[in-house]
């Protein structure tokens, strides 16, 4: 065996034991008939192709293969919702503090947060005119934008936007991430429409003249938001259920972790109000509430997944028996 | 199978309508059918003849050991013969009718709007 071909085989442990047993010298060997003399190392596109391809068919022997439709739905939602959100903040950015008063804030604008608002505009507008990669760079952008604000208003000793505000707008930019390339145009200018909503709704609820709007706000426009997501998903899981496609089950799952982060305060409230009858939830309660939200949230999908290969009805078919020497594979 | 058929799709079922292949015979033929534009990585090929073989539209023909590597052969079954045929009709029909529009178009060239529209 060279060395190249044990590093594809290195490669295929992406898919499942069974499927490799059966397929793995059949793929190995059309890499390796396709791979040029003297090549050493496979291609990061062959790995890329090879870990899709196993995370494809691990997905299929679970009969799970609606999950990627599914979390791409999610993807969309989640990148209307964190554009909506964007141009409700960029708004209330607008708002800055009167100089003469002496409150802190980043120049004109009440926090740095403003930076990561207006970086999320950029994949609400790109989705329209050029999905897919573009689309996904900005997304990318956006969220290292999002993770940095709390970094840059440290070190520069400047207001940010509360933690939940961001970890929400975190969440939702990570799973819109997955958002994808062949959308209507309809579909595609939903998130541009979505940041003109949020700009909008921010006028009509907060006005042009108040200032340092994040103190509550956000207790009240977040939870709402969540909640209306979480609608929302329900409702296309039921529309496409009617219609015997599964993947909005898929959908709802994946927005459990922004949609909990995004209602964080409730949450919070629901523990502090079990434990010690609190009306409020306390800071370390909030914290607690959305760690253990971050945690558990991503670990459902593969839990759902593992589950319905475990007890679902969707595996996939076996391969027949070998038409050349009739054993069962 | 969902209709109307992606490309790659389209063209898989296309390489194996001649004869049966083998998997690197199918990504050469797929790349000589779109003139260079398409090519297939095995990982994605062989996902794709997994969904089209669970859709009952390709048939495992045969093994073979080349060199000390494994070859399985496919081949079109009598149902992706069929889909085949009907996508590619409905492909030519799409063809017939673009062209005859570009053909009025040249003859006839589009008059300018007038601003405004209709009185």
């Known amino acids: 065996m060279t060395e190249l071909e044990r590093r594809y085989r290195r490669l295929l442990r992406a898919y499942p034991t069974d499927y490799r047993r059966d397929r793995g010298d059949e793929i190995v060997g059309t890499y390796l008939d396709l791979a040029g003399p003297g090549r050493r190392w496979p291609s990061l596109a062959d790995a890329a192709d090879l870990g899709r391809g196993g995370l494809r068919q691990r997905l299929r022997a679970a009969g799970a293969t ?3 439709p599914g979390v791409r739905l999610a993807g969309l939602l989640a990148l209307i919702t964190a554009a909506f959100l964007a ?6 950015e607008r708002n800055g503090p009167d100089p003469e008063l002496g409150v802190p804030g980043f120049g004109p604008f009440v926090s740095v947060g403003v930076i990561a608002w207006l970086a999320w505009l950029a994949p609400a507008l790109l989705m329209l005119f050029a999905p897919g990669r573009p689309t996904r760079v900005a997304v990318t952008v956006a969220v290292l934008a999002t993770a940095m604000v709390p970094v840059v208003s440290g070190l520069a000793d400047v207001p940010r936007p509360p933690l939940y505000a961001l970890a929400s707008q975190f969440a939702l930019g990570v799973l819109a991430l997955a958002v994808g390339n062949r959308l209507p145009l309809p579909a595609r200018a939903l998130p541009g429409t979505a940041a003109l909503a949020g700009a909008g709704t921010a006028l009509f609820l907060v006005g042009p003249a108040h200032w340092s709007w994040y103190g509550w706000r956000p207790e009240d426009i977040l939870p709402a938001t969540g909640g209306m997501l979480l609608a929302l998903a329900i409702v296309l899981a039921i529309g496409l259920g009617i219609r015997r496609d599964a993947q909005g089950g898929w959908t709802v799952a994946a927005l459990l972790t922004p949609i909990g982060l995004l209602s964080v305060h409730i949450l ?7 434990a010690s009858g609190a ?3 306390t800071y370390p309660t909030l914290i607690a509430t959305a760690v253990a939200v971050a945690l558990l949230g991503p670990a459902l999908l593969p839990a759902a997944v593992a589950l319905r290969g475990r007890y679902g009805t969707g595996r996939a078919r076996p391969l027949e028996p070998c038409p050349t020497c009739g054993a069962p594979r | 199978m969902d209709t109307p058929l992606r490309e790659p799709t389209f063209l898989i079922l296309t390489a194996l309508a001649r004869e049966p292949m083998h998997g690197y015979a199918i990504i050469g033929e797929v790349a000589a059918l779109s003139a ?3 090519s297939l990585r095995p990982g ?9 073989t669970d859709a ?3 048939e495992l023909d045969r093994e073979e050991t080349v060199d000390g590597r494994l070859r399985r052969y496919y081949r079109l079954s009598p149902a992706g013969d069929a889909t085949l045929a009907a996508e590619t009709e409905r492909l030519r029909h799409n063809v017939e009718a673009a062209t005859e529009r570009l053909r009025a178009r040249r003859v006839q060239p589009l008059a300018p709007r007038t601003a405004g529209g209709l009185a």
């Open chain 2, 44 to 52: 994605t090929l062989y996902g794709a003849l997994d969904r089209l």
């Open chain 1, 87 to 92: 141009g409700f903040w960029t708004l209330v």
């Open chain 1, 279 to 281: 009306p409020r939830p």
């Open chain 1, 268 to 274: 919070a409230g629901i523990v502090d109000a079990v």
């Open chain 1, 66 to 68: 609606d999950l990627i």
């Open chain 2, 56 to 58: 009952g539209l390709v």
């Open chain 2, 36 to 38: 260079g534009r398409l």
